[in-house]
Nanobody, 114 residues
Framework: QVQLVESGGGLVQAGGSLTLSCAASGSIFSFNAMGWYRQAAGEQRDLVASITFGGSTDYADSVKGRFAISRDIAKNTIYLHMSSLKPEDTGVYYC????????WGQGTQVTVSS
């Protein structure tokens, strides 16, 4: 059973930066795609950024130009580099791996204060 473990969340002021990490227990190449989702309190979980097996990336309109997803194949880890953070970026960030079904991490809280 593949495990995804997120880290790097925390409290940051608006305009600040934060980098999230998601370490997989196996090869990240076992996934067709991986991504980061955000869930604000009382709202649905929405896709923020994704990266395919081939390395193609995609972003939600609300984070384009501010967030960047990357991966370190040797470390079986993907990252979400977040900059120019806004209070509306607050939420629990979940790492996702897609391989047939969906695999999820436990989530990491990001809080952006105004």
């Amino acid at each position: 059973q593949v495990q995804l473990v997120e880290s790097g969340g925390g409290l940051v002021q608006a305009g600040g930066s934060l980098t999230l990490s998601c370490a997989a227990s196996g090869s990240i190449f076992s996934f067709n795609a991986m991504g980061w989702y955000r869930q604000a309190a009382g709202e649905q979980r929405d896709l923020v950024a994704s990266i395919t097996f081939g390395g193609s990336t995609d972003y939600a309109d609300s984070v384009k130009g501010r967030f960047a997803i990357s991966r370190d194949i040797a470390k079986n880890t993907i990252y979400l580099h977040m900059s120019s953070l806004k209070p509306e970026d607050t939420g629990v960030y979940y790492c996702n791996g897609r391989r047939g079904g969906d695999f999820w991490g436990q989530g990491t809280q990001v809080t952006v204060s105004s």
